[in-house]
């Protein structure tokens, strides 16, 4: 345990900002396999597009601009968001 509590709250953050990460990518994952062909280079573009994605949603979730990534202000109840 540590002796003080500032920054807690951080993990919520991590964990939550990859849920919400998955679960816009993983989608456009699959919409590209099926529209793209099977090739190099639509494979490059499909992981391009992917990893632009949990990028952006990531950089989202630092902001905490998405539900559950609000960091933990003191005074304020922790399942207000």
Not at 36 to 59: C, E, S
Request: aromatic share 12%.
């Amino acid at each position: 345990m540590k002796a003080s509590t500032k920054g807690e709250g951080h993990e919520r953050r991590y964990f939550y900002g990859s849920v919400w990460a998955v679960c816009w990518a993983q989608p456009a994952a699959w919409l590209l396999w099926k529209v793209l062909p099977q090739t190099r280079w639509a494979d490059v573009i499909k992981l391009a597009i992917f990893l632009a994605i949990l990028a952006f949603v990531g950089n989202l979730a630092r902001l905490g601009r998405l539900p559950r990534t609000r960091p933990i202000v003191p005074g304020e109840l922790a399942v207000s968001d």
